[in-house]
Structures are given as structure tokens and as C-alpha cells.
T-cell receptor
Framework: GQSLEQPSEVTAVEGAIVQINCTYQ??????LSWYQQHDGGAPTFLSY????GLEETGRFSSFLSRSDSYGYLLLQELQMKDSASYFC???????????????FGAGTRLTVKP | NAGVTQTPKFRVLKTGQSMTLLCAQD?????MYWYRQDPGMGLRLIHY???????AKGEVPDGYNVSRLKKQNFLLGLESAAPSQTSVYFC?????????????FGEGSRLTVL
């Protein structure tokens, strides 16, 4: 089964800040990736944390703590267009670890309200 | 550049029929993946390839076969389609996960098995 756990749904209002958490059970030194997917569309890459700490890309930031097997995606100044599903992704846990094998969490559906 | 192209985009099959999905990429990427996406399940890895002539099983490989005869093409085959294989199928590629963690996705192929 999935070794990446995310909340299934999050709701927030325009202009707010929302954090989407991801707890994972993987091994190795590969980090955590985040993807966005709008309804009917393909997933698109948002960010990648190779090392512990915070990565910032515009309104989106992502954080990783490998010691806690935990990461999050932070979306600031929410806009209506941010309504989408968000997925964290990483290789599977040992003994099946293979850094070419990319697994996804079940996704968090974000709804942004006016 | 087209990036990652999937054909066909829509297909309806009867139980027991066979078909092949084609993924073509023009980015010269070594790594290619086939995922399926069902409502509430996120993306699940079916098979992947780390280079021409290689294939490997992912999380849900049963009922599917793949081939990577040419670097730019990754084929996903269903020998005897079943209703449980009704899903949206995504192909993805990357140059090397350790570099940026970014997978590039095709637009998806919606398959319905009656």
C-alpha cells in the first residue's frame, strides 16, 4: 500500500495560508517531491526537497525533515486557481527501496473559497 | 517540442479485448513510467523503465505488460482487459530523479472497460 500519508481534503479562503502535510515511510537519501493536479489535467511538478529544510518558490514553499519522516507544502496568498489536488511523492520504503521507483500519496484536495 | 505524448487519449474496450497505449517523448529522457489514477487513490505505479530495453514492475503490475524497444517510446499493453482496469493512465518521464525530482507527465489516456 501507500507509504505516504496526506489529509484527503483541505478548505481555505482566498488570501489565506494553507499547509498540506505528508508523512512518509521511505528509506535512502532521496527527498520529497510535490505535484499539483487540476481536475481533468495531468500532474505538474511544484517542488523538490533533496535536503532537510525549506524550499521557496514564489507563493509556494515546501519543507522536509527526514529525521521525522515528514514534509509539508505551504501555499500563501491563496487564489481561486489554487483549487486542485496536491500530491507528495517519494520512492517506496525498504525493502523495496529503489530510487528510480516513484510513488505518490493519495492526494489532498484543496478547495479555495471566495 | 511536444514533451510527452500519449495515444490514444480515450478508448472504450469490451472485457477480454486487448490494446496498447503508446507514450512518446522527445526530451531524450532515460526514465519512463506508467501510472494509473483512480478516484481517491492517487497515482499508482504500474511499470517503469530506466533505459532502452529495460523494464521493471511497480506497485500494481498485474494484468499489464510493457516494452521499451526504443528510448523515446514506452508501450503499455493490456492483453485481456477487465473492468477493474477502467482508469486514467498517465505516462511520465525524467532525466534523473536525483537531479531535480521532477517527473514530466503526458496528458493522460482515459480507458473504459465494459
Amino acid at each position: 500500500g501507500q507509504s505516504l500519508e496526506q489529509p484527503s481534503e483541505v478548505t481555505a479562503v482566498e488570501g489565506a495560508i494553507v499547509q498540506i502535510n505528508c508523512t512518509y515511510q521511505t528509506s535512502g537519501f532521496y527527498g520529497l517531491s510535490w505535484y499539483q493536479q487540476h481536475d481533468g489535467g495531468a500532474p505538474t511538478f511544484l517542488s523538490y526537497n533533496a535536503l532537510d529544510g525549506l524550499e521557496e518558490t514564489g507563493r509556494f514553499s515546501s519543507f522536509l525533515s527526514r529525521s521525522d519522516s515528514y514534509g509539508y507544502l505551504l501555499l500563501q496568498e491563496l487564489q481561486m486557481k489554487d483549487s486542485a489536488s496536491y500530491f507528495c511523492a517519494a520512492p517506496p520504503r525498504a525493502p523495496n527501496y529503489n530510487n528510480n521507483d516513484m510513488r505518490f500519496g493519495a492526494g489532498t484536495r484543496l478547495t479555495v473559497k471566495p | 517540442n511536444a514533451g510527452v505524448t500519449q495515444t490514444p487519449k480515450f478508448r472504450v474496450l469490451k472485457t477480454g479485448q486487448s490494446m496498447t497505449l503508446l507514450c512518446a517523448q522527445d526530451m531524450n529522457h532515460e526514465y519512463m513510467y506508467w501510472y494509473r489514477q483512480d478516484p481517491g487513490m492517487g497515482l499508482r505505479l504500474i511499470h517503469y523503465s530506466v533505459g532502452e530495453g529495460t523494464t521493471a514492475k511497480g506497485e500494481v503490475p498485474d494484468g499489464y505488460n510493457v516494452s521499451r524497444l526504443k528510448k523515446q517510446n514506452f508501450l503499455l499493453g493490456l492483453e485481456s482487459a477487465a473492468p477493474s482496469q477502467t482508469s486514467v493512465y498517465f505516462c511520465a518521464t525524467h532525466a534523473g530523479l536525483g537531479l531535480t525530482g521532477e517527473l514530466f507527465f503526458g496528458e493522460g489516456s482515459r480507458l473504459t472497460v465494459l
